[in-house]
Nanobody
Framework: VQLQASGGGVVQAGGSLRLSCAAS????????MGWFRQAPGKEREFVAGISWSGDRIRDVDSVKGRFTISRDNGKKTVYLQMNSLKPEDTAVYYC????????????????WGQGTLVTVSS
C-alpha cells in the first residue's frame, strides 16, 4: 500500500483545512487508517483514526470537536477536516494504514504517507 497525503498549507488561526490521503492497492477498504502529526522537536502524536467500516477511533483530546476523520473506500481516500485551527496545530501531518491494537500508537501502523505540512499563523 502506498499513501499520498495532501492538502497542507498556511492558514490563519481560526481557519480550516482538509487533508486527504490517497491510497493505492486493492486492500484499502480492509485497513484501519490514522492521522498523526509531528511538530518540530516533538514526538509524533496520534490525532485521529477510523476503522475499516468507518467507526471513528477516539480522537486525541486536543482536537476533539475541531477535527473530523472520514473515509471514502470507493475513492481509496481518508480525509481529515480541521476546523478552528490553532497555532499549536502547526506540524507535519502523516496518514497511516493497517494497524493492530488500539490504533492510537504510531508503532502499530504498517504503512505511512510522506507527510504534509500544516502551518497555522496567529
Amino acid at each position: 500500500v502506498q499513501l499520498q497525503a495532501s492538502g497542507g498549507g498556511v492558514v490563519q488561526a481560526g481557519g480550516s483545512l482538509r487533508l486527504s490521503c490517497a491510497a493505492s492497492g486493492r486492500t484499502f477498504s480492509s485497513y484501519a487508517m490514522g492521522w498523526f502529526r509531528q511538530a518540530p522537536g516533538k514526538e509524533r502524536e496520534f490525532v485521529a483514526g477510523i476503522s475499516w467500516s468507518g467507526d471513528r477511533i477516539r480522537d486525541v483530546d486536543s482536537v476533539k470537536g475541531r477535527f473530523t476523520i472520514s473515509r471514502d473506500n470507493g475513492k481509496k481516500t481518508v480525509y481529515l477536516q480541521m476546523n478552528s485551527l490553532k497555532p499549536e496545530d502547526t506540524a507535519v501531518y502523516y496518514c497511516a494504514a493497517d494497524c493492530g491494537g488500539s490504533c492510537r500508537s504510531w508503532s502499530e501502523y504498517t504503512y505511512w504517507g510522506q507527510g504534509t505540512l500544516v502551518t497555522v499563523s496567529s
